[in-house]
């Protein structure tokens, strides 16, 4: 079973790799949800790692609806990703009316080879999920990354295996958000999947001596003086949970 370690950094990758992880999705910025990293987050992610990088390739938070100047970003951070060596790239984009769009998903599908492709979780946002699931298909995608249109992989574990079932092996179906050690198993029991995503982290205390609390940089009630990491314990927890189910499965 493959372990798929969302990350927020370059150091965060690391991180996720001491701790087991078969591949990270390389972001920033993910209070929005995740948005493309820095060119020198991928190069320094790409020095220092030896598993799979995908590379998450969205110019922005919110919908999945852009423009015509932010399909143009996208495309060239598909290339930049390329000629920095990432494994994959991960991306989506839908119409006004929640479908795939399948003219610029073609577009950067074509693009990205022979990098490997995932869909995120724009499909979370579609409006039949059959139908969406059919159009990646046809595009030739290699994975979906879905909650199953629900609040959290659990809550749509349901649709994750009726997904799996009608994908037949032509696409992964891989779940994600909300995934966590303490209901890892059941996601895998009511799922059936053979990758999983998950974003395990810890709150890191920078090592400043003089801290100025009266004033900003972002969210009023963040600490300037804190950050969020993946933690490589959490990881590895969730490895030997997924390598127990592994060894019962064969």
């Not at 609806?65 to 984009?93: C, T």
Request: with cysteine; charged share 30%.
């Amino acid at each position: 079973m493959l372990l798929e370690a969302c990350v927020n950094s370059a150091i965060s990758a690391i991180e996720a790799q001491s701790g087991g992880a078969d591949r990270v999705e390389l972001c920033e910025n993910m209070a929005d949800g995740g948005c493309t990293p820095s060119a020198g987050t991928i190069i320094l992610a790409r020095k220092r790692l030896t598993i799979p990088i995908f590379v998450m390739i969205r110019p922005r938070g919110a919908d999945f609806l852009y423009s015509e100047d932010e399909f143009e970003i996208m495309k060239q951070d598909i290339r930049i990703a390329k000629s920095l060596g990432a494994d994959g790239v991960v991306f989506g984009i839908l119409m006004p009316d929640g479908r795939i769009d399948i003219d610029r998903m073609k577009e950067l599908t074509a693009l990205s080879r022979p990098m490997g492709i995932t869909c995120h979780r724009a499909f979370d946002m579609t409006r039949d999920p059959m139908e969406a699931l059919d159009d990646l298909i046809e595009i030739g995608v290699d994975r979906v990354l879905t909650s199953g249109q629900a609040d959290s992989a659990l809550d749509g574990a349901k649709l994750i295996r009726r997904l799996i079932e009608r994908a037949r092996k032509k696409i992964i179906i891989m779940p994600g958000h909300g995934v966590k050690e303490n209901n890892l198993m059941q996601v895998v029991q009511e799922t059936g999947a053979t990758e999983y995503h998950m974003y395990l982290t810890k709150q890191v205390i920078g090592s400043m001596t003089f801290i100025r609390e009266d004033v900003k940089m972002g969210v009023p009630d963040q600490s300037e003086f804190e950050y969020v990491q993946v933690d490589e314990k959490r990881i590895r927890k969730a490895r030997e949970i997924l390598d127990r189910e592994e060894g019962m499965r064969v």
